[in-house]
């Protein structure tokens, strides 16, 4: 089956740790994003990444860093400088203008 | 970025009746997308719209694609128990690059039997 899958499904993170969160696509895609989402919100960019050792800065890069060493995987790390990382985050991939989304990573702080 | 400002927020309804939500911007769109998301999971792709004034079904959904094309509307008919969940308006502006949307905030979706 060809999808997105994000692990672990629930993450817990302890005071100034970092933790990173897997995503791996079986799609062939070029391109793969990291969304934030908050309670009652819409979806924020975080990173993304149009072509295998090349990402962008989304919106709200502050505190996450993230590789794209292989086509397939774009880990995004949640540093200790992020103060607020309880949240579900999402990794996506695309083909021409339409998004295709993992089953998303639930990140609380302990 | 900026958010799509998508209204309403939440509905509350009965089974068999049908649903109505919308989404405008200020900017003008190239593509309107709408998804769905069940709790705890990720959003699903429902219908994309690509040319002013184009209506879309998809079963028993239909979605427009405003003539301004700074908006944008998603019909449900005759709901459902599984129409339950948040839906996602999203859209890429002309100078956004693939794949790179603006996400409206959500309208969450109760079904009551």
């Known amino acids: 089956d060809g999808g997105i899958t994000q692990s672990p499904k629930y993450l817990f993170r302890k005071e100034g740790q970092n933790v990173t969160l897997s995503c791996e696509q079986n799609?062939?895609?070029?391109?793969m994003y990291w969304y934030r989402q908050d309670p009652g919100q819409g979806l924020r960019l975080i990173y993304y990444?149009?072509?295998?050792?090349?990402?962008q800065k989304g919106d709200i890069a502050e505190g996450y860093s993230v590789s794209r060493e292989k086509k397939e995987s774009f880990p995004l790390t949640v540093t200790s400088a992020q103060k607020n990382p309880t949240a579900f985050y999402l990794c996506a991939s695309s083909f021409l203008e339409k998004l295709f989304f993992g089953s998303g990573t639930q990140l609380s702080v302990l | 970025g900026q958010q799509l400002n998508q209204s309403p927020q939440s509905m509350f309804i009965q089974e068999g009746e049908d649903v109505s939500m919308n989404c405008t911007s200020s900017s003008i769109f190239n593509t309107w997308l709408w998804y769905k998301q069940d709790p705890g999971e990720g959003p699903v792709l429902l219908i994309a719209?690509?040319?002013?004034?184009e209506l879309t079904s998809n079963g028993r959904l239909t979605a427009q694609f405003g003539i301004t094309r700074k908006d944008s509307f998603l019909n449900i008919s005759a709901s459902i128990p599984s129409d339950v969940g948040i839906y996602f308006c999203?859209?890429?502006?002309?100078?956004?690059?693939?794949?790179?949307?603006?996400f409206g905030a959500g309208t969450q979706v109760v079904v009551t039997p």
């Open positions: 999203a859209g890429q502006g002309t100078t956004d690059s693939w794949g790179k949307l603006q």
């Open positions: 799609l062939n895609h070029d391109a």
């Open positions: 990444s149009q072509i295998v050792n090349d990402f």
């Open positions: 719209l690509y040319k002013a004034g």
